[in-house]
């Protein structure tokens, strides 16, 4: 049979290509493949190969983890793949895909999970990761760690680096966790009673809970327990029962049931001013506490003043004392910080009063100024508290206050009780600088204000000083002369301070850790009692009152003040137990506060002293008042008269004034809402009614409503973006008609987009217009609001990124009448928002503030200048290029910021910022920490090689080009590699006549310290360009160098040579030139060249033998005129 070539050529082909395909060899299964002597990386960097070629069919990759915790990766075949089960800790995968991740997985009810680092090999805490499982995960769950593979769910709520953190290497989330939990020992029984003699290892508590605290319980001398605070089981002190003694350092519950002292003290007794303990303790020597102290007591060095009598020692060792009773008041002072911690200065008792009594002194009637003062017995504020002068059954007796009764002290401080005056000494306030004899010193003293210094020195700053608990620091302006406020600084404080410390007001001198970062709550100054006045300055003030005599606060001339507690937006508030009897005060008040859970019948209100009103008052207000069923009349147009009628009808404290305006069928009425009986505050709406709308901001607020407009005609609004133009982001739009007559609201919403839509809504469409899908109604023509960006200072994206991004939770509509956005920097960290008038006026003059006026203008990485490092940590860390590590914005913001890095080793680095508040390697300059100012500079390599060009050459002749600026723009590349510790350098030096350029760490006779950044003859570096190493070098100072007996012309006519160049060492200029004669030859030259002998010779101005002279060539004199 006959085949035609071109009908059945095609099919041969294809027969052939089938043929040929079945005979090539099935393509080799691809894994990745290590363990044993590879060990596997932690990194997973390994790439898959070819699966062995040994005639076996390999069908699956694998990863397996063995009982001593190795890892192997690698090819299985069909019999082998049944093997692979979890059982034994082994997972199988497709071609290439055996590179899972292996982490650390246990959970809160295994103990080791939380009190270990879990660096252990039992095969049931290594777990094979899912595939695209990239991090492992440890946290704290309800107080109790769990480590595992970390999901995108997991990852995501990792917010909080303190009880939460991932990681991305094999075995990564191993460690104590987290690092700052305290350990504690944790026993109970005999065992438990010296845990040092019975090797009692302390471990980390169970639970993590902050501040967590060691105890220490005894039940009997011995019966012990020892364990954490946060204990749930067994814990014998979770209510500090009797016999409980807390700690808070690692290992502090150690203490057997009597343990001897071993704090030192300063002891000593004196009753003579002059006396050694009176005065500052500077010895070292110290002596021991001798008495045995139970577990649950506490050491301590003390220091009393008794009348004139001074005692320092250990304070159990003092029968008469206890820790209770070692208190200011009775003049005690106690400390435990350190042996001979009672080292301070004490003062003697030095405030004096004429103390006497007429019935036995006449003179002390009308003559006391003659009398001889004695001193009070001292106690806290001796002086503070005065002298009295009174009258007594006809005898006059005169004193310290200290010593009369109390009865008596309250009639001499009592101004209108005329018997008896009491005086103090310099409380007028008056500040008095001057001089004192020694004698005149002994008197100035703290407790009269007064404070002796060396010469010249006595112009101390002085500020106001009061504690949080003293009402008056946070509720008056502190300008009053009370001697107790005014405080003279110590030396070197050059500020004074006022700022609120949880919610209180403090001031004091500043010391140099007083740094502002919130001008809101913290302000200083550098003037003489300069830090007075109300603060902050817009804090509320309120009536605060109780009682009858509260109900008319004008009538009874009751005051307002400063709320006590500072709390931004705080609140006055009112409320009336009945007719007669009425309470105010601020909403922050933290005791006596009434309404503190908005009970019923409080009012609360936002202006300074709006809490004013009557339990019935009489309103102020004024408002448009007429009525019309006609609509062409002028009570349906807006209301343009500024003539209003007065509300009439008095009306309870809990009822806000209002004016109204209604529709009812085809009637309009406008008035007075009270005055109306028809109506009550609930029918009548502030926005968003179709018939009966009120306000109050204003007299003659309701001039024009939105409901007047929607009857008559459709409503407009501004209407863009979506089908429409795109809205402005300047917010420029003009309002249109709306399409639909049944619209009825203006909205604004922003899309999953971010796309911004504004238009109009029906009543119905309305309801779906909520904050969940961020879209807010309006009144008529208000629906232009500006919207920023929102977020605060716990969202690090906020901080690190620019925000242009469109997560809906970001983007935010500000309430109408917002016309600025704004980005601060709160403690380091940026927030963002809508700004207020609080938020605009702080951003005035700022360098961490900023409002602009545009929507979404609020983005950008802020402030602009913030320094962007490499963060990173391990192996991968090592190379930030080679393993595509990115750069970002320092989590926190400080001026003049750095970042660092720091290598463990070759292969392990540590690179952040030195802000950084969590895991920072170098927040101390630690051992190998580099620091660098510039973007992004923390990028070298452990080893890493020169970029740095520079000038190279060498020469002696002084006429080279290597001697003169270097002009050409080719450099050498500098060629040895060096440590990241090691900055690169160019550099120029000069050795006699030898003049060398080049790479100053290709030149391994140089170093970092012989050759200097300036000012440096010999050596100078520098690293500020290719090539900086490019000045000139002049070789041009020059003298006669000559002997008489070589060339007798020498002898008195040196100034017929030609000077010679010096060798070059350190100063040369500065050493110059000399002439002088040694055994009758006169001998001129460089003084460098010459023995350090001769050098002295000639530089000692008593030496008539020789002279030294330093300007160029200036050794010309004659040598007849040199004494021999």
């Known amino acids: 049979m006959m085949f035609s070539s071109g009908k059945y050529a095609k099919y041969i082909c294809l027969i052939v290509i089938v043929l ?273 102290l139970l577990y649950n007591e506490a050491e301590y060095c003390y220091t009393q003043i008794n009348g004139d009598k001074i005692q320092r ?384 901001d204003g007299d003659g607020c309701n001039t024009l409503m939105q409901l007047t407009v929607t009857t008559v005609a459709g409503i407009k609004c501004i209407q863009c973006g979506g089908s429409k133009k795109t809205c402005s982001t300047t917010l420029w739009e003009d309002a249109e008609v709306c399409p639909n007559k049944d619209h009825r609201k203006c909205f604004t919403q922003i899309d999953t987009s971010g796309n911004i839509i504004r238009g109009c809504k029906t009543d119905n469409e309305a309801k779906t217009c909520t904050a969940d899908n961020n879209c807010i109604t309006t009144a008529e023509r208000k629906n232009n609001q500006l919207i920023c960006k929102q977020c605060d200072a716990t969202d690090e994206k906020c901080s690190l990124t620019d925000m242009n991004i469109n997560d809906q939770k970001y983007n935010h509509i500000c309430v109408e009448g917002v016309i600025r956005c704004f980005k601060t920097v709160v403690n380091k960290k940026v927030v963002r928002g809508c700004g207020t008038k609080s938020n605009i006026q702080q951003c005035i003059n700022s360098k961490i503030c900023e409002t602009c006026d545009s929507v979404y203008c609020n983005t950008g990485i802020f402030p602009k200048n913030r320094i962007t490092c490499y963060q990173c940590t391990g192996s991968s860390c090592e190379d930030v290029a080679a393993n595509n590590i990115g750069y970002k914005a320092c989590a926190n913001y400080v001026e003049n910021e750095q970042c660092y890095m720091k290598a463990k080793n070759e292969i392990d680095m540590t690179r952040g910022c030195k802000s950084d508040s969590r895991d920072n390697e170098c927040s101390d300059a630690a051992e190998g920490c580099v620091f660098c100012p510039g973007n992004n500079c923390n990028n070298l390599k452990y080893i890493y090689d020169q970029v740095l060009k520079c000038h190279q050459c060498t020469s002696d002749d002084i006429t080279s080009d290597c001697f003169g600026e270097q002009t050409n723009h080719v450099f050498e590349k500098c060629k040895r590699q060096i440590r990241y510790t090691f900055p690169e350098y160019c550099y120029t030096q000069i050795n006699g006549r030898t003049i060398k350029r080049g790479c100053l760490h290709d030149n391994l006779e140089q170093t970092l310290n012989s050759c200097q950044d300036i000012d440096s003859e010999t050596c100078t570096k520098c690293n500020n360009g290719d090539g900086c190493n490019n000045k000139q070098v002049k070789l041009d100072f020059t003298c006669i160098v000559c002997r008489s007996d070589l060339n007798s012309t020498c002898w008195d006519e040196g100034h017929t040579f030609k000077g010679k160049h010096c060798r070059v060492s350190p100063s040369s200029p500065k050493e110059g030139c000399f002439h002088g004669i040694w055994h009758g030859v006169a001998i001129r030259g460089c003084v460098v060249d010459a023995s350090i002998h001769n050098q002295y010779i000639c530089k000692d101005i008593d030496h008539k033998q020789c002279n030294a002279c330093y300007k160029k060539d200036c050794n010309t004199g004659k040598s007849s005129d040199i004494p021999q």
């Open 313 to 696: 020692g250990c304070l159990h060792d003092n029968a008469d004392l206890t820790a209770d009773k070692c208190t200011d008041s009775n003049n005690c002072k106690k400390c435990n910080s350190a042996n001979g911690c009672n080292n301070a200065k004490e003062e003697p008792p030095q405030f004096t009063c004429i103390v006497c009594r007429s019935d036995l002194n006449e003179k002390c009637w009308n003559d006391a100024k003659t009398m001889q003062g004695q001193k009070c017995r001292v106690r806290p504020s001796s002086a503070k508290e005065g002298c009295f002068h009174g009258i007594w059954n006809g005898v006059a007796i005169r004193g310290c206050m200290v010593d009369a009764s109390l009865q008596n002290q309250e009639i001499c401080k009592d101004e209108k009780n005329l018997q008896c005056r009491a005086c103090y000494e310099n409380t007028s306030g008056n500040i008095i600088r001057g001089c004192k004899t020694d004698d005149e010193a002994k008197a100035c003293t703290a407790d009269n204000n007064c404070i002796i210094t060396g010469e010249r020195k006595n112009n101390q700053l002085i500020c106001k000083k009061c504690i949080e608990t003293d009402e008056k620091c946070s509720q008056s302006d502190m300008n009053f002369n009370d001697v107790e406020y005014n405080h003279i600084c110590v030396e070197g404080v050059r500020r004074c301070i006022k700022k609120v410390d949880n919610k209180l007001v403090t001031r004091d001198c500043a010391s140099e850790t007083d740094i502002c970062t919130d001008s809101k709550t913290c302000e200083t100054c550098d003037s003489v009692n300069c830090n007075t006045g109300v603060f902050p300055k817009d804090r509320i003030t309120c009536y605060q009152c109780t009682g009858s005599s509260c109900e008319d606060v004008t009538a009874n001339n009751i005051a307002y003040k400063p709320c006590a507690n500072y709390v931004e937006n705080d609140q006055c508030y009112m409320k009336a137990k009945n007719e007669n009897e009425m309470i105010r005060g601020c909403k922050s008040d933290t005791r006596d506060n009434e309404c503190s859970d908005a009970a019923e019948g409080c009012v609360f209100c936002s202006d300074n002293n709006c809490n004013n009103l009557k339990y019935i008052y009489d309103q102020v207000l004024k408002c448009h008042q007429c009525t019309s069923d006609v609509p062409t009349n002028e009570c349906f147009k807006e209301q343009t008269s500024e003539v209003f009628e007065k509300c009439k009808r008095q009306i309870n404290y809990t009822l806000p004034e209002y004016c109204y305006t209604q529709i009812n069928g085809n009637v309009i009425k406008r008035g007075c809402l009270h005055d109306n009986l028809d109506l009550n505050v609930d029918i009548c709406r502030d926005v968003d009614s179709d018939t009966c709308m009120k306000c109050n």
């Open 20 to 292: 040929m395909q079945l005979a090539l060899p099935a393509a080799a299964l691809k894994c990745i493949q290590c363990g044993g002597e590879a060990k596997c990386s932690t990194t997973m960097g390994e790439e898959a190969k070819d699966c062995p070629s040994d005639g076996k069919t390999y069908t699956k990759c694998f990863t397996q983890i063995d009982t001593s915790g190795n890892i192997s990766r690698g090819c299985k075949t069909a019999e082998e793949v049944a093997t692979c089960t979890a059982d034994n800790n082994c997972i199988l995968s497709d071609e290439r895909k055996n590179n899972q991740l292996i982490c650390k997985k246990c959970d809160a009810t295994d103990e080791k999970c939380s009190q270990t680092d879990m660096n252990v090999n039992d095969l049931k805490y290594n777990q094979i990761c899912g595939e695209g499982v990239k991090k492992c995960i440890k946290k704290i769950d309800n107080k109790l760690v769990v480590r595992g593979c970390a999901t995108d769910s997991d990852i995501s709520q990792c917010t909080d680096a303190k009880t939460c953190e991932t990681c991305d290497s094999v075995m990564c989330n191993t460690g104590v966790f987290p690092k700052e939990r305290i350990r504690c020992h944790q026993c109970t029984g005999s065992s438990c009673l010296d845990v040092a003699a019975n090797s009692l290892v302390a471990k980390p508590c169970t639970n993590y809970v902050e501040n967590d605290q060691c105890y220490t319980k005894a039940k009997s001398e011995t019966d012990m327990t020892r364990g954490c605070k946060s204990d749930t089981k067994d814990n014998q002190c979770t209510d500090t029962a009797e016999g409980c003694a807390f700690c808070s350092s690692d290992n502090c519950n150690y203490l057997k049931y009597k343990y001897d002292q071993v704090l030192k003290c300063h002891q000593c007794t004196g009753d003579d001013a002059t006396n050694e303990c009176f005065k500052e303790q500077t010895s070292t020597e110290f002596k021991d506490c001798k008495k045995q």
